[in-house]
Each structure stands twice: as structure tokens, then as C-alpha cells.
């Protein structure tokens, strides 16, 4: 293995464990902790979302989320100069699965959602409705980038093969 072929499989194994904690993470809030916020009165539910959304930018997450970001659009750009090796097109797809359904959503759908929740007073009639709507909202695109870093888990991880 050449120096350049262990980084890029240094990179690669980082993209596969960035995504898999990111969908664990994502998976965790689809399966059961938005389902556990939605049973709590709005404004409980509001405040524990709204604290959830500050806690969430920390130089851990905001690493695997947006560094595993960042290579993937590294890894496209070698994978479109290797496209003759089988591999290079589990690599493609998986990066552009990661950054379009992931941080795409994230930062199209899900931090729009998040901002217009940090806006309002938990214990406001605006608030209420607007808990309604983000419940139903934010879970679905929750669910879409769920899916998107699984798939890129599994796609990346077929290109180390």
C-alpha cells in the first residue's frame, strides 16, 4: 500500500465511521427520542427541543456532521478521476448521498426549522403551533438524512472492498 493509497483509505474509513455515528445519532432521534418529545406538554417539549439545538453545537458533532462533510467532497473529486475502478463508483455515490441528504438537508430543511423554533416562547400559543408543525417537519426531513448517511455508510464502506 502506497502512502497515497493509505491515506485514501484513512479517509474513506473515516467517512464510513463519520456516517454510521451520524446515522446512529439521526436514527436515534427518528426512532424514538422526537416520539418521546411529542408526548411531553408543547411547551416542555418546545423548551427540551429548543435546549436539544444549542447543546447540539459542539465540536464533536458539528466534526462528524460537517468534516465527514468536507472529505466526501474530496472523495467525489478523486472518484471522478478513477471512475475506471469499480470501487470509485460506490465512493461517488456515497459521498454525494452524504453531502446532498445529509448536510443538504440539514442545512436546507432542518436548521431553518430549528431557528424558527429557537425564536418563539415555549409557553406561547405561537409556540404550540408551531411545535406542531416542526414535529411533523423536522422528523420527516430527520427521517430523509437518516436514510441518506446509512445508504453513504454502506456505499463508502463497499469502496473499501
Known sequence: MTITNHSLFIL??????GSGLVAGVFFAFSSFVMKALARLKPSEGIAAMQ???????????????????????FLVSFSLLKLHQSASIYLLVGSILYIVGTV?????????????????????????????SY?????????????????ATGAIALSLV
Open 51 to 73: 435546549s436539544i439545538n444549542i447543546t447540539v453545537i459542539n465540536p464533536w458533532f458539528m466534526t462528524a456532521l460537517f468534516g465527514t462533510g468536507v472529505v466526501c467532497l
Open 104 to 132: 443538504g438537508v440539514t442545512i436546507v430543511f432542518n436548521v431553518p426549522l430549528n431557528e424558527a423554533l429557537a425564536k418563539v416562547e415555549p409557553t406561547s400559543t405561537q409556540g404550540a403551533a408551531l411545535w406542531e
Open 12 to 17: 474513506k474509513l473515516f467517512v464510513v465511521l
Open 135 to 151: 414535529l411533523t417537519d423536522w422528523t420527516f426531513w430527520n427521517h430523509v438524512r437518516t436514510i441518506a448517511a446509512f445508504l
